[in-house]
């Protein structure tokens, strides 16, 4: 079935950090892909999604690239703040299915 | 944007107790409710799907006895964990779609400790 794994957390980072968290996934078919980031005391918020091969999502400065290639949808942000401290899910669906998350990364940025 | 309460965000519990969580769609019309379950450092793993007015479809190896969930309305579907034991602790989370294409909206959570 399809999977999703991405790298195990806690990543920390100072303030003005580089981020990737890295994501890659097994599918059939041609899913979507996902960035959803969980902040402290919040439920699920979409970040970003890319919905073909080579289609860069982005939001808040964050982006990921969905390479179909590498079946990878690696998430960056080229200076991290600490209110981007927060869970971050990797995950793929198709319209109409449920959704395959993968375990999630913990992010600390640190002042 | 949309919003999806789930409440409550923490109850711990006895064993063989039931615990209800509810998941309401505050500002649209949820056609369909997802209920997903995740353990430590495991991912969120889909438990059921429940349509408004028709029974949940439960995942391969999720006790619907068990877990009992009831979609009635476009803005409420809940989840009761029957005879709860320390097993069932973990932290479930609802989502819900407005049948817009991959508009999916996540509750906060519930975190659940059954002593």
């Known amino acids: 079935g399809d999977s999703v794994t991405q790298m195990e957390g806690p990543v920390t980072l100072s303030e003005e950090a580089f981020l990737t968290i890295n994501c890659t996934y097994t599918a059939t078919g041609y899913p979507s892909l996902f960035w959803y980031v969980q902040y402290p005391g919040e439920g699920l918020q979409l970040l970003l999604k890319?919905?073909?091969?080579?289609d860069k999502g982005s939001n808040k400065g964050f982006e990921a690239t969905y390479r179909k290639e590498t079946t990878s949808f690696h998430l960056e942000k080229g200076s991290v703040q600490v209110s981007d401290s927060a869970v971050y899910f990797c995950?793929?669906?198709?319209?109409?299915?449920?959704?395959?998350f993968g375990p999630g990364t913990r992010l600390s940025v640190l002042p | 944007g949309a919003v999806v309460s789930q409440h409550p965000s923490r109850v711990i519990c006895k064993s063989g107790t039931s615990v209800k969580i509810e998941c309401r769609s505050l500002d649209f019309q949820a056609t369909t409710m997802f209920w997903y379950r995740q353990f430590p450092k495991k991912s969120l793993m889909l438990m059921a799907t429940s349509n408004e007015g028709s029974k949940a479809t439960y995942e391969q190896g999720v006790e619907k006895d068990k877990f009992l969930i009831n979609h009635a309305s476009l803005t409420l579907s809940t989840l009761t964990v029957t005879s709860a034991h320390p097993e069932d602790s973990s932290f479930y989370i609802c989502?819900?779609?407005?049948?817009?294409?991959?508009?999916?909206?996540f509750g906060s959570g519930t975190q659940l400790s059954v002593l």
């Open positions: 995950a793929l669906g198709n319209y109409g299915q449920n959704f395959v």
């Open positions: 989502s819900a779609s407005s049948g817009e294409e991959e508009k999916l909206f």
């Open positions: 890319a919905t073909k091969a080579d």
